[in-house]
């Protein structure tokens, strides 16, 4: 069997290389492991928010903002160690990759302007008017049927060897069979590896306890390919995690609790850390506290500010936030000592009302909390791993810093533009290297296979 563009997985990076390449007129086939990746894969399970920097929606809303702007964004929140090919392309072409999804979707991405994210001076996330991922995903994979995309599965790509006028790609089926298929480009659109234990404790030792939060699959299947051809591989110990998973219901706690004043106290009743560097970089400081485990305190003004958010509403719904009218009654409800609490909410009191800076040096608070307090009991998850395959401008791997033919990654196969550990982790990173990569992979794989057939480049 011959394809001029296969894709390897169907979440949104592969979804965007295959459809990008199609629209291009070019045969696509996409490969993907899992019978049930449009319920498990990571992407669906994404709040669907994408940043375009400079966009017509921005303009509406008097958002003055531009890509020099959010690249000068992630480089303060990675302390200026974020790929630079990455971060400059990805950010450049950011408004570009949200008109596309626009126009290829049929419908216009709206800009979230009711949350702050830590780290965005500007708004310029765009989702979904649900906030889903699975909506997100759904019109992506609709599109990509719409254009006569095959989405082979269960269908595993397991091998790639490089001839000069093609890539030979070996796939597994589940009946233990293994087929040869020759293709003119291929994308790695795998996902990243943080459901695999053994790279987790590799790469990201300090989560390796932390609750895994992400979609099927993630098994670092790109790295190994990546090792079997030599390719360059990067900022493998770059990660996106989440500090606030309510573990007896399941749910993620939006982050936007915290950014509207929440409060968030370890099980001895202190806070540890500014809970404003985010909810990535606080899931690395709330793994290193008693049992990884913390208490997420925040009031009703808090709660009705979080109500846009579905999981938000079914948590409360469900119970799971439990109210205390007084310290006393918070101070029993989490087990900790009254006075060690009271401490603790007097001073965080303080330091909200820009009375006394506070210990721990948060100074984005939006009001102290009042009574009566609500309390979540939260843990660290870890959701995806933000290194692997170095790519240039065109999304092309590298091998030895020189770009690989016809060879392309995307999305958690690649490298992000997060810099190191969990704290550079912008809200929006995930999708834009997945889908924004996958625009870009798509329509270079089929440029080449469009102008070179099975020559070599
Ligand atoms: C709870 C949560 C919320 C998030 N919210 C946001 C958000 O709002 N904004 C944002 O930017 N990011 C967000 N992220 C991150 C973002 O969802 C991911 O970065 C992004 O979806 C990754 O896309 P992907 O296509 O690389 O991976 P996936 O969506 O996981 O797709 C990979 C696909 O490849 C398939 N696959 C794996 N191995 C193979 C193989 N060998 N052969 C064939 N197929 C294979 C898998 O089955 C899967 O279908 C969130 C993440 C989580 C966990």
Known sequence: MTSPVVVAGAGGAGLAAALSAAQCGVDTVVLEANLHYRHACTTVMSTGLVPGAGTPAQQAANVDDSPEDYAADILAKTGETSDPVTTATLTARSAELVEWLGRSLRRALELATDARYPGHRRHRLHAPADRSGRTLHGALNRAVIAHDVEVLMPYRLVGVAERTDALRLTVATPD??????????LVLAT?????????VRRHLPQLEAATYFGGDHSDGQALRLAEELGLDCAYLDSYTGHASYAHNHGVLVTWNAVMHGGVIVNTAGRRFADESIGYSGFADALAGQEASRGFLLLDQRIADACKTFPEFTQLRDAGGIRWADDPVALARAIGVPETVLGATLEEAGIAATGAHPDPHGRTDWEAPLAWPVGVIPISPILGMSQGGLVTDEQARVRRDGRAVPRLYAAGGAATGTSGHGGEGYLAGN?????LGLGYIAGRDAARVVSHYGHRAP
């Open 176 to 185: 233990g069979a293994r087929h040869e298929m020759d293709a003119g480009a």
């Open 191 to 199: 996902g990243g590896f943080a459901q695999d234990p053994e790279l």
């Open 430 to 434: 995930g999708l834009l290297l997945a």
